[in-house]
C-alpha cells in the first residue's frame, strides 16, 4: 500500500513532442505529490508539485495531472527540448510523516 | 535559495574501511534525509532525522548509521564498508510541516567500494 508505481521505464520523444510520465498509488493518506528532475551525476531537484485540492497544475511547459479518484498523477512535458533528457521520479507523501515514497524513476531521452 | 552540500562527489574506498558521509544544509531545515539511489530500484531512504540528536530508520538502515549533533549537518557512517555498498548518496532536507513538503536534495557523493 505504501508503493508508487511509475510508468514508463523509459521514453524516447521527438524534439516538440509531449512526453508523458503516470504514476499510480493506493494509500489515500498521501497529500503531497511532487516531481523530481534528475540529470546524470546530480542530485534531484524538484520540479512541480500538487496537492490533492486540485486536478491539474502547470509551470511554463510542465503539467501535473491529478486523478484522486483513480488514485493516478501525471506529468506532461509540452514542446519537449532536448534540454528535458534526464531521468524523472515521482513521489508521495502523507501528512504527519516525513516519508517520500518515491517512483522507480523514468529515463526521458529528447530527440533533436 | 535552499543549498545542501555533501562532502565528496566522489569517494573510493576499501571493503572494512569505516566511510563518513557529511551533508551540510544553510535553510534551517528541521528534517534531513540519507537515501541511496541505484539503478532500477530508485531512492531508498537509509536513515532520517527530524531534530538534533534525533534519528529514524529508513527502508534499509543495516550496515548503516547516523549523527546530527547539530542541525544543519547531517553524517552517514558505514561502519565497515562492503561492496554492496558502491551506490549514489543523496542527503536532502526538509521543512517541519503539517503537510508534505519539498525535500531538497545535495549533488550526491558517489562512493566506490573495492
Known amino acids: 500500500q505504501q508503493q508508487v508505481k511509475q510508468s514508463p521505464q523509459s521514453l524516447i520523444v521527438q524534439k516538440g513532442g509531449i512526453s508523458i510520465i503516470n504514476c499510480a498509488y493506493e494509500?489515500?493518506?498521501?497529500?503531497?505529490f511532487p516531481w523530481y528532475q534528475q540529470f546524470p551525476g546530480k542530485g534531484p531537484a524538484l520540479l512541480i508539485a500538487?496537492?490533492?485540492?486540485?486536478s491539474e497544475k502547470k509551470e511554463g511547459r510542465f503539467t501535473i495531472s491529478f486523478n484522486k479518484s483513480a488514485k493516478q498523477f501525471s506529468l506532461h512535458i509540452m514542446d519537449s527540448q532536448p534540454g528535458d533528457s534526464a531521468t524523472y521520479f515521482c513521489?508521495?507523501?502523507?501528512?504527519?510523516?516525513?516519508?517520500?515514497?518515491f517512483g522507480t524513476g523514468t529515463r526521458l531521452k529528447v530527440l533533436a | 535559495d535552499v543549498k545542501v552540500t555533501q562532502s565528496s562527489r566522489y569517494l573510493v574506498k576499501r571493503t572494512g574501511e569505516k566511510v563518513f558521509l557529511e551533508c551540510v544544509q544553510d535553510?534551517?531545515?528541521?528534517?534531513m534525509f540519507w537515501y541511496r539511489q541505484d539503478p532500477g530500484l530508485g531512492l531508498r531512504l537509509i536513515y532520517f532525522?527530524?531534530?538534533?540528536?534525533?534519528?529514524e530508520k529508513g527502508d534499509i538502515p543495516e550496515g548503516y548509521s547516523v549523527s546530527r549533533e547539530k542541525k544543519e549537518r547531517f553524517s552517514l557512517i558505514l561502519e565497515s564498508a562492503s561492496t554492496n555498498q558502491t551506490s549514489m548518496y543523496l542527503c536532502?532536507?526538509?521543512?517541519?510541516?503539517?503537510?508534505?513538503?519539498?525535500?531538497?536534495f545535495g549533488p550526491g557523493t558517489r562512493l566506490l567500494v573495492l
Open positions: 536532502a532536507s526538509s521543512r517541519l510541516a503539517e503537510q508534505g513538503e519539498t525535500q531538497y
Open positions: 494509500n489515500t493518506a498521501f497529500d503531497y
Open positions: 500538487i496537492r490533492p485540492d486540485v
Open positions: 513521489a508521495a507523501v502523507s501528512s504527519g510523516t516525513y516519508k517520500y515514497i
Open positions: 535553510m534551517d531545515h528541521e528534517n
Open positions: 532525522s527530524y531534530d538534533v540528536k534525533m534519528k
